[in-house]
């Protein structure tokens, strides 16, 4: 059980990781286009 625990919040953290990822790369793409736009 204790097992399960720790390999379930490794996927959590690892879909966490994944998340926060994606959305610092939308976060730069977004950003990228309107200083883009902006010029």
């Known amino acids: 059980m204790a097992a399960f625990y720790i390999l379930e919040t490794n996927d959590v953290q690892r879909k966490l990781l ?15 286009w309107l200083s883009l736009s902006l010029i």
């Open 18 to 32: 994944a998340a926060s990822l994606l959305a610092t790369c939308v976060l730069f793409y977004v950003f990228f």
